[in-house]
């Protein structure tokens, strides 16, 4: 059974249609990359998916649920979590403070990601857990913000190259 299952979603803003009858199933444990130009609804795709924007048709289901009329914060504890793009970070606190908030978000829920799993992951995160996390490059950032992530999900990450995409 797959964890997330999009079934022809579609967000439309005004005459634009930013995301139009997408398909997609992701099984449990994997991790998907959406990739394509500017403008081309990856955002949007992604901020349907967290019930950020309200789509105009098509279902999300996640985890055997349906996520309509849940708020985002909702969709979030159930562990659909969205690492926006960008430096979102909380730049005045240290790259341990960071880390930290991931653990926070879980709520109490277990997860399969510990801090020592994160730094094995991303080994300068441990070297450079005393810094100051608005002062990291991009690249570091990025990965301080995918761990937060992982760390707050329950049943964590992993790559594959199995999960489909289609456009209908």
């Given amino acids: 059974m797959p964890s997330l299952h999009l079934e022809a979603v579609s967000k439309h803003f005004g005459g634009l249609k930013a995301v139009n009858d997408i398909t997609m199933v992701v099984p449990q444990g ?3 990359a959406l990739i394509g130009s500017n403008g081309a609804g990856k955002s949007t795709l992604l901020n349907a998916l967290s019930n950020v924007v309200k789509r105009q048709q098509g279902e999300i289901v996640f985890a055997g649920a349906d996520t309509r009329g849940l708020n985002p914060h909702a969709v979030a504890l159930r562990g659909l ?3 926006p793009e960008g430096r979102q970070i ?5 790259v341990f403070e960071n880390l930290q908030v991931g653990q926070i978000a879980l709520g109490g829920r277990a997860t399969r990601y510990t801090l020592a799993d ?3 992951l991303f080994p300068v995160l441990e070297e450079r857990r005393d810094q100051i996390a608005g002062t990291l490059s991009g690249g ?3 990965a301080g913000r995918s761990s937060c992530c992982s760390m707050s999900h329950r049943s964590g990450c992993r790559r594959s190259s199995r ?3 289609s456009r209908r």
């Fill in 30 to 32: 994997e991790m998907v």
């Fill in 81 to 83: 979590l969205h690492v």
């Fill in 90 to 94: 909380l730049s005045d606190m240290s």
């Fill in 118 to 120: 994160v730094y094995e």
């Fill in 140 to 142: 570091r950032s990025w």
């Fill in 163 to 165: 999960t489909r995409c």
